[in-house]
């Protein structure tokens, strides 16, 4: 399963940005998506899931800032990012869980797009 993000670039804070990441192969069924980042100097965090029944989990910092959102039909995540931050500066990286065609399990990365947010 391959992962293809995009979205990422340089934001003023305040601003608003969204974020899309494409799942593609041999796909039975996607179950959790969900969008994590990188900041320089500090471990991978999680920044928000979603449930394939839609339900989702933000972190304590995004939280009514960043919506994540998923297209079912295209295999796609979304995170709409508002009010921008330039503590959300950091590399975003999709994740997403599934079962093949096969039947076999599966977990993939995306390759992680960046946020910088300046003034």
């Known amino acids: 399963v391959q992962l293809q993000a995009s979205g990422g670039g340089l934001v003023q804070p305040g601003g608003s940005l969204r974020l899309s990441c494409a799942a593609s192969?041999?796909?039975?069924?996607?179950?959790?998506m969900g969008w994590y980042r990188q900041a320089p100097g500090k471990q991978r965090e999680l920044v928000a899931v979603i449930s394939s029944s839609g339900s989702t989990n933000y972190a304590d910092s995004v939280k009514g800032r960043f919506t994540i959102a998923r297209d079912n039909a295209k295999n796609t995540v979304y995170l709409q990012m508002n009010s921008l931050k330039p503590e959300d500066t950091a590399v975003y990286y999709c994740?997403?869980?599934?079962?093949?065609?096969?039947?076999?399990?599966?977990?993939?990365w995306g390759q992680g797009t960046k946020l910088t947010v300046s003034s």
């Open positions: 994740n997403v869980d599934g079962i093949l065609i096969t039947h076999r399990a599966f977990g993939s």
């Open positions: 192969g041999s796909i039975f069924s996607i179950t959790r």
